[in-house]
């Protein structure tokens, strides 16, 4: 059983416009939720996170949102650059566990 | 340039045939991780370690064992190597358990 899903596993979008990158989990003892962007043939780099206290972080042209109620988050990515093309995983974090769980990651592509 | 490094980059391998992939990180973090990536299951953690002389199993422990003699280096062996255990292999490592993880660049095993 995934306790983090990232049912999009594919987004195509133009440059300059929004990228919406979507994250579902189950596991209501997460604390704590990163994401983090892969190219080919590297090994993932982080990205931006978040606090389950909060209900938003922003970055720059990143900002990821979090409602808890609904066991949500999103990345918001603007505007979308060519750069940002990648694989996006999404991963939760609890205090007492010891690990990063992650998504299965969602494939963004933006188009010039 | 501090970070992590793995190796190989890219192994074929006979089934049957014991293995072992290496990981060594230069930034003292305590905490290291072995994870699989495979297409749409994200990033599954196979073996942990929070401190030098412990380690731990993740969600996908089977047919893999680790050591870590000390704070730098967190090998991983398959002992009989199977065609699904055919993946992308990422080490990396925390400060501490629960934190940002920095990964390596990645094993790509392809197990015939």
């Known amino acids: 059983d995934q306790q983090v899903k990232q049912n999009s596993p594919s987004l195509s979008v133009q440059e300059g416009r929004i990228s919406i990158l979507n994250c579902d989990y189950t596991?209501?003892?997460?604390?704590?939720f990163l994401w983090y962007k892969k190219y080919p043939a590297e090994g993932p780099t982080f990205l931006i996170s978040i606090s389950s206290i909060k209900d938003k972080n922003e970055d720059g042209r990143f900002t990821v949102f979090l409602n808890k109620s609904a066991k949500h988050l999103s990345l918001h990515i603007v505007p979308s650059q060519p750069g940002d093309s990648a694989v996006y995983f999404c991963a939760g974090i609890y205090n007492a566990g010891n690990m990063l769980t992650f998504g299965g990651g969602t494939r963004l592509m933006v188009k010039p | 340039i501090a970070g992590i490094t793995q190796a190989p980059t890219s192994q074929i391998l006979a089934a049957g045939r014991r293995m072992t992939l290496r990981c060594t990180q230069d930034m003292r973090h305590n905490a290291m991780y072995w994870y699989r990536q495979d297409l749409g299951l994200g990033l599954r953690l196979i073996h942990y370690?929070?401190?030098?002389?412990?380690?731990g199993k993740g969600e996908v422990p089977d047919g893999y064992s680790v050591s870590r003699a000390n704070t730098d280096d967190f090998p991983l062996t398959l002992a009989s190597a199977v065609p699904s255990q055919t993946s992308v292999y990422f080490c990396?490592?925390?400060?501490?358990?629960?934190?940002?993880?920095?990964f390596g660049q990645g094993t790509r095993l392809t197990v015939v």
């Open positions: 596991n209501s003892m997460f604390d704590y």
């Open positions: 370690s929070n401190t030098a002389g412990t380690t």
């Open positions: 990396a490592s925390s400060v501490q358990q629960g934190t940002e993880a920095f």
